[in-house]
């Protein structure tokens, strides 16, 4: 059986890879060369005592040695306190403890690269918080990371990933987002440190896709294997058995054992920088240890085996002899003052002090370059470009120069989630503000009633909030339609005022023109009253009018004292009704003259006696349409003469009388009657009954 490996201390037991390796401050002496005398113990003295090829018979009792084999003094591999205490100070996530409760649904996060390398974090429920605060429930020891860097939120639509306005933003995939649907193997960055989404349900499928791919290839091997191996024994059967020669040392397994254990132990004496002489050893003779010359006892080779275990305890005491490690040096006080700075910045970052944040970051860098390696200074920068631009909006809201503050907000950086949210209120603000500045803007226009003003700023107005004002702007152009409408009456009652006053200024002039010729008129002066027209004439030649006055007043003034000295004749004679023609004629001239004095109200007296005698003499000859024009007018000319009313009334029966002689005759006689219902209505007082009926039946007669 082979040889038990020597024991190992339990201090430096373990995996090569584990978690806990050889601390880099102690570094392990030097082997010391092996002189020639230690060649039979570099090889087992038989080929029954050698290990095979494939490592130590039973792996379960020396363990795995393939992938990093031990020493060939036994030396002992201790692992440095430092790793030792960094290992149990790493927090232990819920999935690496047995005894947590898996209630989230089957997705979790990996950290591939960071200082939580090799973390994982599995979802406890539908929400999951990422940062370095310890509140949140993924806590990373990353300080580039925010205190609540992000969230991840599981939905039927799957897991969705929100920025949580974080400093230095979020990437999926090496491409900056605030919030996105996840899927499987997508990688996020934030800081220093990468993650990757794991669904489990999806790395189900590919491990499952892998392994039957993995099973497909061996099998192709497989079958690639055994068709060489079938041909490589048809070859071999075709060779003589002869020309093979079973003494050949290649063929002696124990020989080859020995020269490849030898070529082992060059290899591990170059990787530990010591020199390894190996010498093919020969087997043994059958007869025993050889005393010949220059060959070794069984004495001497145990007292070289003892010297070598006291060489092996001191290589091993030396090895786990603790080293003090070299003071650090003394540190910079620009390095802390630099790392100051910059938590100065960070909390001025938080506090949304930008401007402040530069400087700090600023000031930092000239202190220690490259000490800003999250980018914390461009981030704050950026951040202060955005802010900057959401006041220069705000400042031209106030100018009331909503076109450019648009614009201006439309040219703005992109920013956080937070500012985001920012800039989605100052788009409201900015839209509501706009709006209230055009309804005030047509508001004050209304002031201006002017309709061509007024309606381009209420088309400028939401169709929302148009109807009212359209309303009023109706209600406005009606008011001044009307308005102009009264307007232009009032101008034409002004224009029409001011020509009846123009012309009464005329007439008063003319009359002033012509005063000495009514005095000698009134006075009866008739014939000095036509000379003393050419006076006035000859003072006024320019004046049109006048002109055409006095040739009026030589013209009328002889023919009214024709006729009224005629009717004073006839009245002196007591012709009462042939007083009444020529009395009428002179009062028709004087009103055309158009003097005033006392001559008109003799003349209205003496005409109104007479045309009562001429009705009274029209009346009794039948001539109802004479009498009744003739007591009509001598109660115009004087309405208190009773002898005209009683005329009046005389001349009513007369014709009631003439109405039933009529109304007798209009199937008998319809002419007759025709000419009667003519003379009634002419003579019959207006409004009475018996000229309406007669209007009727002369209707009937004559269609």
Same mark, same amino acid.
């Given at each position: 059986m082979p040889p038990r490996p020597p024991p190992s201390s339990r201090a430096g037991a373990g995996r090569s890879g584990g978690g806990s390796g050889p601390d880099p401050a102690r570094k392990r002496p030097a082997r010391p060369a092996p002189s020639s005398e230690d060649e039979d113990f570099s090889a087992p003295v038989t080929g029954e005592e050698s290990y095979p090829e494939d490592g130590p018979p039973n792996p379960e009792l020396y363990g795995d040695m393939s992938g990093s084999p031990r020493?060939?003094?036994?030396?002992?591999?201790?692992?440095?306190?430092?790793?030792?205490e960094e290992e149990e100070e790493r927090?232990?996530?819920?999935?690496?403890?047995?005894?947590?409760?898996?209630?989230?649904?089957?997705?979790?996060?990996?950290?591939?690269?960071?200082?939580?390398?090799?973390?994982?974090?599995?979802?406890?429920?539908?929400?999951?918080?990422?940062?370095?605060n310890k509140d949140c429930d993924f806590v990373l020891e990353d300080q580039s990371v925010s205190r609540r860097h992000l969230e991840l939120v599981y939905g039927e639509g799957g897991v969705v990933m929100r920025d949580l306005g974080s400093v230095s933003g979020t990437q999926v995939n090496d491409q900056r987002v605030d919030e996105c649907v996840l899927k499987h193997g997508d990688e996020l960055s934030i800081g220093k440190t990468r993650l990757r989404f794991v669904d489990e349900a999806e790395q189900i499928k590919e491990l499952r896709a892998q392994a039957e791919a993995r099973e497909q290839e061996e099998?192709?091997?497989?079958?690639?294997?055994?068709?060489?191996?079938?041909?490589?024994?048809?070859?071999?059967?075709?060779?003589?058995?002869?020309?093979?020669?079973?003494?050949?040392p290649r063929f002696n397994e124990a020989t080859n054992a020995n020269y490849k254990l030898a070529d082992v132990l060059k290899e591990e004496g170059k990787n530990k920088g010591t020199m390894v002489v190996s010498r093919p050893v020969r087997p043994p003779t059958r007869g025993g240890p050889s005393r010949g010359k220059g060959g070794l006892t069984g004495r001497h080779k145990l007292l070289i085996g003892g010297a070598g275990l006291v060489v092996l305890l001191l290589s091993v005491g030396l090895v786990l002899v603790p080293k003090k490690p070299p003071p650090p040096p003394p540190e910079d006080p620009s390095v802390g003052r630099a790392k100051e700075l910059m938590q100065k910045a960070r909390t001025a970052v938080r506090k949304d002090?930008?401007?402040?944040?530069?400087?700090?970051v600023a000031a930092a860098e000239q202190m220690l370059p490259g000490v800003d390696e999250e980018g914390?200074?461009?981030?704050?920068?950026?951040?202060?470009?955005?802010?900057?631009?959401?006041?220069?909006?705000?400042a031209l809201m106030d100018e009331k120069k909503f076109p450019e503050a648009r614009e201006r907000l439309k040219n703005a950086p992109e920013g956080t989630a937070k500012t985001d949210d920012v800039r989605r209120k100052l788009e409201a603000e900015l839209d509501e503000k706009e709006l209230a500045w055009k309804i005030q803007q047509v508001e004050e226009s209304f002031a201006s009633r002017d309709p061509e003003v007024v309606r381009p700023l209420v088309d400028a107005l939401p169709a929302l909030n148009r109807p009212p004002y359209e309303e009023k702007l109706e209600d406005l152009e009606a008011e001044l339609a009307k308005e102009a409408a009264d307007a232009a009456r009032r101008g034409r009652n002004a224009r029409e005022r001011a020509v009846e006053v123009a012309k009464q200024k005329r007439k008063e002039f003319i009359e002033e023109a012509f005063v000495d010729v009514e005095r000698r008129f009134n006075g009866g002066e008739y014939q000095r009253a036509v000379l003393e027209c050419d006076r006035v004439v000859d003072r006024h030649k320019g004046d049109k009018d006048v002109r055409e006055r006095a040739m009026t007043l030589k013209r009328l003034i002889p023919q009214f004292q024709r006729n009224l000295e005629d009717g004073q004749k006839k009245l002196e004679s007591n012709a *009462?009704? +042939? !007083?009444?023609?020529?009395? #009428?004629? $002179?009062?028709? &001239?004087?009103?055309?003259? @158009?003097?005033?004095?006392?001559?008109?109200?003799?003349?209205?007296?003496?005409?109104?006696?007479?045309?009562?005698?001429?009705?009274?003499?029209?009346?009794?000859?039948?001539? *109802?349409? +004479? !009498?009744?024009?003739?007591? #009509?007018? $001598?109660?115009? &000319?004087?309405?208190?003469? @009773?002898?005209?009313?009683?005329?009046?009334?005389?001349?009513?029966?007369?014709?009631?009388?003439?109405?039933?002689?009529?109304?007798?005759?209009?199937?008998?006689?319809p002419q007759a009657a025709a000419e009667k219902f003519k003379v009634i209505i002419e003579t019959a007082s207006e409004g009475?009954?018996?000229?309406?009926?007669?209007e009727m039946y002369l209707g009937e007669l004559q269609p």
């Open positions: 020493s060939r003094t036994d030396e002992t591999r201790v692992a440095s306190v430092r790793d030792i927090p232990q996530d819920e999935d690496d403890n047995p005894d947590a409760t898996r209630a989230g649904p089957p997705v979790q996060m990996l950290v591939l690269d960071g200082p939580d390398r090799g973390r994982k974090k599995r979802f406890q429920s539908v929400r999951m918080v990422i940062g370095r099998k192709r091997e497989r079958e690639e294997a055994e068709k060489e191996a079938e041909e490589g024994r048809k070859s071999a059967g075709s060779a003589k058995r002869g020309e093979m020669d079973p003494g050949d002090e930008f401007a402040e944040a530069v400087r700090l914390l200074g461009a981030a704050a920068k950026k951040q202060q470009e955005v802010v900057d631009a959401f006041q220069a909006v705000r *009462l009704e +042939a !007083a009444a023609k020529p009395l #009428r004629r $002179a009062a028709e &001239l004087y009103r055309q003259i @158009g003097f005033r004095g006392s001559l008109g109200n003799t003349l209205d007296e003496q005409l109104a006696s007479s045309s009562v005698a001429a009705g009274q003499a029209a009346l009794k000859r039948g001539d *109802l349409a +004479a !009498a009744g024009s003739s007591f #009509r007018e $001598a109660l115009r &000319l004087n309405p208190a003469d @009773g002898r005209a009313r009683d005329g009046l009334d005389a001349l009513q029966k007369k014709v009631e009388e003439l109405y039933l002689q009529a109304y007798i005759q209009r199937d008998r006689d009475s009954e018996v000229k309406r009926k007669a």
